[in-house]
């Protein structure tokens, strides 16, 4: 089993639309987690830490359920900006691994 | 942002010569990473740091080594490049364990 998994998508939806990402873990033990966002040909960059409470940045929101090992990310009123791969990120030790990424494309 | 600067950005390189790839950061953040990133494998950490000479391999290691003399340099070493190294090389720092990272622009490396 993978220590991180997404469904790679693509996810094609139209502007304005609430797509939902989800990703699981292995490790019970993880203690931080992170979405982040990642152009083509471009670095990764963060997108939002996920606490345990979930938390809401604009139209973004994430949520962590830690009994099912699971985390989401939700993206409300979506934008053709927001076409990217999103990548899903757990802490191990000292070093964060990486699942390899949902891809969103949004249409106009 | 860290200020992490790769180099070089770009770079062809003929199998069995070593290569060295360097990472600069600006912010004094203690924990430094190496991950390569290819299609349908994403993002793998080849080896961090976490502190000056302080340094551990990641799950894809073999081939590569590395060396932090100081606190704002990671460098990256292929002792002799093979083509299976062609990737895109991230580097990476954070200031805490519990923090995200933040990633340089990258390294595009092609093994011919």
């Known amino acids: 089993r993978k220590e991180v998994e997404q469904d790679p998508g693509p996810f094609n939806v139209p502007e304005g639309a609430t797509v939902a990402f989800n990703c699981t873990y292995s490790?019970?033990?993880?203690?931080?987690f992170f979405w982040y966002r990642q152009d083509c040909r471009k670095e990764p960059k963060l997108l939002m830490s996920?606490?345990?409470s979930g938390n809401e940045d604009g139209r973004f929101t994430a949520q962590l359920n830690r009994a099912s090992q699971y985390i989401s990310l939700l993206i409300r009123d979506s934008k053709l900006s927001d076409s990217a791969t999103y990548l899903c990120?757990?802490?191990?030790?000292?070093?964060?691994?990486f699942g390899a990424g949902t891809i969103l494309r949004v249409k106009s | 942002d860290a200020g992490i600067t790769q180099s070089p950005r770009h770079k062809v390189t003929e199998t069995g010569t070593p290569v060295t790839l360097r990472c600069h950061q600006t912010e004094n953040h203690r924990y430094m990473y190496w991950y390569r990133q290819d299609p349908g494998h994403g993002l793998r950490l080849i080896h961090y740091s976490y502190g000056v000479k302080d340094t551990d391999k990641g799950e894809v290691s073999d081939g590569y080594s590395v060396s932090r003399s100081k606190t704002e340099d990671f460098l990256l070493t292929l002792e002799s490049a093979t083509s299976s190294q062609t990737s895109v090389y991230f580097c990476?720092?954070?200031?805490?364990?519990?923090?995200?990272?933040?990633f340089g622009s990258g390294t595009r490396l092609t093994v011919v």
């Open positions: 990476a720092a954070r200031r805490g364990s519990l923090d995200g990272y933040t």
């Open positions: 996920v606490y345990s």
């Open positions: 990120v757990v802490e191990y030790g000292n070093k964060l691994v």
């Open positions: 490790n019970s033990a993880s203690q931080s």
